[in-house]
């Protein structure tokens, strides 16, 4: 090119953006706009511009690479950028094809012309990660695709087909075929045209503005309750009505500052990150090769099995599925099935689809069927004993090369690794019940396990779309190894005088989606009971409230007994408060000499997130997980935390380090409960004394 930052090609000067992988708006390609769309007034041969993405899309927006970084606002801002854009004295054409998401968007806005592949993607995202479009997009959009498809787009953040807004001044034509030359005809056609139309000039127009602007403020607000992001896009777009141009910028700037400081778009900007570097192991090259996957084998067709199998399904990969009667087989193919059923009678899913999944299962009885597979899951009785059976039994049918799985939730995975003579190969992938709708998974990371492994684990979590999230190998991995902490607080509640409906209310109100003692019910406090068993033996050092033995004593094991901190109605869920229950928990605070005291639900709160928070700090310094994302990822994919607060770590680092340190020599200085449950795990006196945070 000669030095010159655009190719001329037929009087037009093409601007290529270029920055891998998505031509992200980042502080260099800025920089590379401006210098090009100057140079191109100065060169009296261009007589148009035309405005293209490297690869196959135009721009998903700002680069994220950048976020938080002083690039992110260095000038060129994108501001600039727009400003000379929109400015040029010669028609500035964009061509967009692929995405052309955020940022790209608004500055496809502030060209004069704009053309599409029929199939590019157009859409304001930002809504997603709490903020609105902030470089024009609330302004610009209405106006040029009229105020109500701009305000559908913006509030839900979700992209457009271009062929669907072919009739708005949004894409002046669609190009089918080769984008480029199709720009560069539209070019060549509008080069000596003037004015320059500039979507600014144009009128948002919105005959019953008031009423229209109340109605959408009232949808968005029954359905966007903890966000205030679409409220102030519906309040941004309008002022694109209500204000002139350069009033209703200013308004969208407020806005825009308003929301990046909410600590809801703090959470959302932090699960958006979180889940990205979830997908990253620090000592496992990106570039690793992986094992290839492409059958599956599922041992035992129980709860967990069955759903494990349809994520497979889900995917197009064939499962060969093995119990060890024809009896549990059959049941185990019949839940699978009458789960498709329900899909399809909620719409959700054709019924030729259903019978394309049926056809991908296999079941059997024999572990020879299971020689051919790639992936190995094992999901049956959760005992030592079992397991270590079923691994000699893939060790000696398993080819060479095939990961062996295993979903247990609370055993040694080292020593199931042990069973076989490859535990190189063995690695834990724990799912969450019902698995075939949960989006989590914790990849076990056994002190064996190979890298390759993990790669092609994490790959192949992706492909049937889950999060998943990398654990060393501990007592209940991250999840549960913190809920134990979480659960344990919540009945030394009960003991020291809150009723399980206050407790579970004042966490619904925080926002779990539910509470500790309904989780209970619904997971059954048979499986705690037989925890703390364990622990009573195991850590007899330990101070644990019995009041939740008494409770399994009368056999009170939650929903599937129709009673347990609530009672239920046959065939229902709904958890009613029972008097049965508050006369358990008063004799035995009777029996232990406590007088019970009225406990406020910000008590309750800070003392079950900060029991969350300080197992998660442990965890983080025994490097279990490999950073405080990973916990909160955890949180907000498996344990129904709620996504505007950011999980555990970020809560705790929003309310202050210091500050929860606070708190814990509070609650430790009470003669009630377990004083040495609230030492503050090194890591988190640590950082709190230096005023640093998890996520810092
Ligand atoms: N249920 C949950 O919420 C949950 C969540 C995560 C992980 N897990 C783990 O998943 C595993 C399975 O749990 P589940 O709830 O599905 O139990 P389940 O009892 O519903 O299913 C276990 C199945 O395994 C079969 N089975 C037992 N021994 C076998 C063998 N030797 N060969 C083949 N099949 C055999 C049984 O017939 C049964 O159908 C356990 O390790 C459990 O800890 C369960």
Known sequence: MSGQPYALRDAAAVITLDNPPVNGLGHALRSAIVAAVDAAQADPAVKAIVLVGAGKLFSGGADIREFNTPKASAEPTLHTVIRVVESSAKPVVAAIAGHCMGGGLELSLACHYRVASPDALLGLPEVKIGLLPGAGGTQRLPRAVGVETALNMIVSGNPVPAEQLRDTALVDRIVEGDLLPGALAFAREVADKRPLPRVRDRPAVEPNAEAFFQFARNTVAAVAKNFPAPGKCVDAVAASVSKPFEDGLKYERELFLQLIQSPESRALRHAFFGERAASKIPDVAADTPTRKVESVAVIGAGTMGGGIAMNFLNAGIPVTILEMKQEALDRGLATIRRNYESSVKRGKLTADK???????????????????????????????????????????????????????????????????????????????SPANVMKLLEVVRGAKTAKDVLATVMQVA??????????????????????????????????????PQQVDRAMEKFGMAMGPFRMSDLAGNDIGWAIRKRRYVERPHFVYSRVADRLCEQGRFGQKTGAGWYRYEAGRRDAIPDPKVDEIIAAYRKEKGIAPRRIDDAEIVERCVYALANEGARILEEGIAARASD???????????????????LYADMAGLYNVVRSMRRFEADPHGDPSFWKPAPLLAKLAAEGRNFND
Not at 631 to 636: E, F, N, Q, S, W
Not at 641 to 647: A, E, I, K, Q, T
């Open 354 to 432: 259903l019978e394309e999944r049926m056809a991908l299962l296999k079941p059997t009885l024999s572990y020879d069927d299971l020689r051919a597979a790639d992936l190995l899951i094992e999901a049956v009785f959760e005992e030592m004993g079992v397991k270590e059976a079923v691994f000699r039994k893939l060790d000696e049918v398993a080819k060479p090369g095939a990961i062996l799985a295993t979903n247990t939730s609370t055993l040694d995975v080292n020593r199931i690794a042990a069973a076989t003579k490859r535990p190189q190969d063995v690695v834990g992938m724990h799912f969450f």
């Open 462 to 499: 992706k492909k049937i779309r889950k999060t998943a999230v990398v654990s060393g190998v501990c007592d209940g991995f991250i999840g549960n190894r913190m809920v134990e902490q979480y659960l344990r607080q919540a009945l030394f509640l009960l003991e020291e005088g809150a009723a």
């Open 631 to 649: 916990i909160d990822m955890v949180y907000l994919t498996g344990y129904g935390f709620p996504l505007h607060r950011g999980g555990p770590m």
